[in-house]
């Protein structure tokens, strides 16, 4: 099981690096080619599912099984860390997004399991 926890952590912080390269992607085409902040919540929720289903492909290309719970565990520690994230700020976490994380979570995770074995992976 620590594997399991392992890839996921992994995973979890690929996902947030992600996530924050397209809300820093996705800022600089609100700011340069829209103009208006009308779509701003949309193109957030956007970045964060991207991240939670980058981070769980990782996960799951690391793990190579269990993809669907890789995911779902790698996209729930993504979650975690941004609510932790949120406390110093006196916000409190939307348990809205758990839900969508988890799903594409899960779908990156399995896509991950199914993708091509990299060379540099030894096997487990």
Known sequence: MISDLRSALWG?????????????????????????????????RAALWTGAFCGAYLSGKLRRRRGLLGGALSSAALFLMISLAQLPFGLLPE????????????????????SKRPSWLRDQ
């Open 95 to 114: 348990a809205k997004k758990l839900p969508l994380l988890l799903l594409f979570g899960a779908a990156g995770g399995v896509m991950g399991v199914n």
């Open 12 to 44: 979890a912080l690929f996902g947030g690096a992600v996530t924050v390269l397209s809300c820093g992607v996705f800022a600089a085409l609100v700011y340069f080619v829209l103009g208006s902040t009308q779509f701003l919540p949309f193109l957030s």
